[in-house]
Structures are given as structure tokens and as C-alpha cells.
């Protein structure tokens, strides 16, 4: 735990990513700070946690960010895009997990973890020194993954190439999508009309590269924004990221199928030895294939890797399982721990 005490704000506290962002925050290095939980009126005084305490969800007004250290945004991408200035000018470091700020000036995309096994630096050497309230944010959780593995890779048997497959679960696009794959799951089975309000398509018991043209989830979207966030963590050191997302019927964790090839001929063992390591666990083949169900509650990216060679050759084919909700949570928690460094004394006393 940290010897000082913060303010510090989440807003969207009523969020599926807000209410992970909560609890894994209470378990940080952060966790002795004081917390305020922010939302819209409609979830105005719900009950939730904060920390190891029972906090009540407050009303969201621009006098909210009032001596604040860190705002966590959560929520709505519009709250952020409508807030988020407020709360720079009282002063708070902000960290950005709906990505409304991505492409804002002087606001990075970041992710600590993978800056930290690319250079053995930390997100607070790339501020700019007059910067003194910065705001930064999350990156996509399947950018994290897919950067920290290659980088991990890369550190030890240089790459040529990477791909990767994505399955997207309903949990990412919050609770409204969550509800629908369960009503078009239930609608099925006793033969009703189809809800089809946020993905304007049948994904229930199906996979889909695209939905429909009226759909508020946008896969394409999503594609881009982990393109982009990839070849920014990348800064050129990896390889260009070869990518498809596929709308898959669960509702949460993230499973990816990613391939990569090596420059020089490997052993399984060799790239088993160089994932090791903090944030990763490397699954082997003894044990049960990682899934979105085995990762579900876990920290750590969990991988598996195979080879069609007798266990040695160029390519490798890696099976990868995150918690979603948890990644970017601890994600963004990293960002929040490195702009502490900017922060050395917070404002509650």
C-alpha cells in the first residue's frame, strides 16, 4: 500500500468496467487513497464497494472534481468527452478507459506493463516535463495483450510476423449488450422474434466478423482502435499487427487465436522460456487449454503455445485468455500507479 493518501474519482462507478475498476483499485498500491464513486442521475445512490468499504454512487456535476488527485473515467464515452476538461483544470491526473480522449493533443495511449518490456521504462519517462496535470488513455486490452506477448518474444528470438483472431465477448460492450445475447438466447430456444437493438444481428449461438448496419456495437471500430493502439505501444519495434475481430456468443473474456513467426528457427521450450514472466502464465499442453471461462477472475494473460513441427520451427501458433474487465482495469490501475510519480503528495491530509 502507498504511505499517501489520495482523491481519487471514478466515474461511471455504476459501469461494468467501473464496478471492476472499483474493486481492483481497493486491492492496489492505490487502495488506501479515498475514493468518491461518480455517475449520471439515474444511478445516483446505489450501493456499492470502494476500496474494503460500502460506498454510495453520488450525483456527477463539475463540482465533483474538487480537490481530486486522479479521475478515472469508466463510463459513457460521452460523459468522459463532456467532463473530462473539468476535471484536468481542478487538477486531477485522468485516466481514460473509454477511450473518448484517444487522439486528444497532449493525451497519450498507454500501457506500462508493455513500455516496461520493450525499454525497461515506465510510462512517466514519456510525459513532457510541463505536462503537469496529464491525462492518459487505457490502452485496449487486446492491444496490451498482443504487444506484451510480442515484446516479450522479441526481447529473446526476434520476430517477423504477427497475427491474431479475436473473440469478443458481449461484457466489452457493457451491460445493454450483455442483455441482449442473453434475451436472443432465450428468444431462441422458445422460437420468439429476436432483440436485436444493439447488434442489428443474430449472435447468439453464432459467430460473426461484422453485424449489422444499425448495430451500436461496431466491430470495425474496435478493430481500428486495436491497430491503432498496438502499432503505439509498438513504437516500431514490433512487427505491423495483422488483425480480425469476431463478435463471439459469450458474454465475457477474451480469447485470442495468435500466430507468429520468428526470423530464425525455435524450440517450443525456447518461446515458452521467453513469455515467462510477470503478467504472463504460460499454460502447457499437460494442463487444460486456457478459455474464457478458466481465465474468468484471473490477473495474468493466460497462453498456450503449439507448433505443427515436432515442436521446433519458425511459426507458433499461441492460444491466448484474458478477463476483459480485469485486464483494463489493472491496465489503467498501471497508468494511474505511473502518474503517481507526477503526483508526490496528494491532496487529502
Known amino acids: 500500500m502507498t504511505d499517501r493518501v489520495y482523491r481519487i474519482g471514478i466515474v461511471g462507478a455504476s459501469s461494468l468496467a467501473g464496478k471492476e475498476l472499483s474493486e481492483e483499485l481497493g486491492e492496489s498500491s492505490l487502495g488506501a487513497s479515498d475514493f468518491v464513486l461518480l455517475d449520471e442521475e439515474k444511478a445516483v445512490g446505489q450501493v456499492t464497494a ?13 463540482s465533483s472534481f ?8 469508466a463510463g459513457d464515452a460521452a460523459v468522459t468527452k463532456k467532463h473530462w476538461q473539468v476535471a484536468r483544470r481542478a487538477g486531477a491526473s ?10 486528444e493533443k497532449d493525451v497519450l495511449v498507454r500501457a506500462p506493463w508493455v513500455s516496461e518490456a520493450l525499454t525497461g521504462h515506465g ?37 517477423r510476423s504477427v497475427a491474431a483472431t479475436v473473440l469478443e465477448p458481449a461484457s466489452e460492450y457493457g451491460r445493454a449488450a450483455m442483455d441482449e445475447l442473453h434475451q436472443q438466447t432465450v428468444t431462441l430456444l422458445s422460437f420468439q422474434t429476436l432483440p436485436r437493438e444493439q447488434y442489428d444481428a443474430q449472435v447468439a449461438f453464432n459467430l460473426l466478423p461484422s453485424l449489422g448496419d444499425a448495430a451500436k456495437v461496431r466491430l470495425n471500430i474496435t478493430e481500428q482502435r486495436i491497430h491503432k493502439h498496438y502499432a503505439g505501444l509498438a513504437d516500431s519495434r514490433l512487427p505491423s499487427l495483422a488483425l480480425q475481430v469476431v463478435q463471439a456468443p459469450v458474454f465475457h473474456g477474451y480469447v485470442v487465436s495468435m500466430l507468429i513467426e520468428l526470423t530464425e528457427e525455435a524450440t517450443l521450450k525456447d518461446l515458452e522460456t521467453a513469455l515467462g514472466g510477470e503478467h504472463i502464465d504460460v499454460v502447457n499442453e499437460e494442463s487444460d487449454p486456457p478459455s474464457n471461462l478458466s481465465a474468468a477472475g484471473q490477473e495474468n494473460l493466460m497462453v498456450r503455445v503449439c507448433t505443427g513441427d515436432g515442436g521446433q520451427g519458425k511459426r507458433f501458433w499461441l492460444w491466448l485468455a484474458a478477463d476483459n474487465l480485469k485486464f483494463a482495469a489493472l491496465n489503467a490501475i498501471a497508468c494511474g500507479t505511473e502518474l503517481r510519480r507526477l503526483r508526490p503528495y496528494g491532496k487529502v491530509q
Do not use: N
Open 50 to 62: 470502494a476500496g474494503d468499504e460500502v460506498a454510495f454512487i453520488q450525483r456527477l456535476d463539475p
Open 66 to 73: 474538487d480537490r481530486m488527485d486522479f479521475v478515472f473515467f
Open 94 to 103: 485522468i485516466v481514460d478507459l473509454t477511450y473518448a480522449l484517444d487522439g
Open 123 to 159: 510510462l512517466a519517462d514519456h510525459l513532457q516535463p510541463d505536462l503537469k496535470t496529464p491525462a492518459v488513455v487505457s490502452a485496449h486490452p487486446v492491444a496490451v495483450m498482443l504487444a506484451l506477448i510480442a515484446g516479450r518474444v522479441q526481447a529473446k528470438l526476434p520476430l
